[in-house]
Each structure stands twice: as structure tokens, then as C-alpha cells.
Nanobody, 126 residues
Framework: QVQLVESGGGLVQAGGSLRLSCATS????????MGWFRQVPGKERDFVAAISWSGDSTYYGDPVKGRFTISRDNAKNTVYLQMNSLQPEDTAVYYCAVRSIYRGGSYYRPNDYDYWGQGTQVTVSS
């Protein structure tokens, strides 16, 4: 059974930092890229960042550029999201996702990803 397990969420004050982790059991030779999305109640799931599983391509949503950094450790089958200078508007449930090599589409659309984690809550207090 495919699993994505996120960790690292929590409560932080504005200006602080958190690092999210996502460990996957997806067969890595089938992974095209992994991404992070976030969602607040009543709103759509928004793209945060994505990274190719091979190569060095990274992508960021405009609200997080310059503050968040996505990285991966292929040996650990894990993707990270380092979040700095956090603001209250970053408060959301953060989801990790995998897009397989068999699926086309964009890196920023949730529907173009195949597997999802359960989400981890990030709360930024002002």
C-alpha cells in the first residue's frame, strides 16, 4: 500500500521557522516529482512547492518564493519543506503529494498528482 507520511507541523510565532518532512513508500523509479500543497477550510488546495525526483528542478508558488525551500533526500525517499519567515497567512494544513512518471500535466495542479499524504497542520500566531 502506497503511503506518504508527513511530519513537522505545529504552532509557531510569526517570523519563525518549521521544517516539514514527507516520507514515501511509492516506488521511486515511478516518481516524476513531489509537491507540497496547503489548504484552509472552505478554500481550494493551493500549490506551495514541487521538486523533480531526478535533476534539480524546483518550483514555488508566488506567496512562498524566497521564504520556503523544497529539497529531497533520495536515499531516504523523503522530501522536505523548509519554511522560514512564517506569517499568519501561512496557516493551513500542508499536504505532500507524488506525481508518477505516467501522468502528464502541470506541477501546480492538485489533480495532476497521484498520491497524497494525510496532511499536517501548520499554525502561525501573530
Amino acid at each position: 500500500q502506497v503511503q506518504l507520511v508527513e511530519s513537522g507541523g505545529g504552532l509557531v510565532q510569526a517570523g519563525g521557522s518549521l521544517r516539514l518532512s514527507c516520507a514515501t513508500s511509492v516506488r521511486t523509479f515511478t516518481i516524476d516529482r513531489m509537491g507540497w500543497f496547503r489548504q484552509v477550510p472552505g478554500k481550494e488546495r493551493d500549490f506551495v512547492a514541487a521538486i523533480s525526483w531526478s535533476g534539480d528542478s524546483t518550483y514555488y508558488g508566488d506567496p512562498v518564493k524566497g521564504r520556503f525551500t523544497i529539497s529531497r533526500d533520495n536515499a531516504k525517499n523523503t522530501v522536505y519543506l523548509q519554511m522560514n519567515s512564517l506569517q499568519p497567512e501561512d496557516t493551513a494544513v500542508y499536504y505532500c503529494a507524488v506525481r508518477s512518471i505516467y501522468r502528464g500535466g502541470s506541477y501546480y495542479r492538485p489533480n495532476d498528482y497521484d498520491y497524497w499524504g494525510q496532511g499536517t497542520q501548520v499554525t502561525v500566531s501573530s
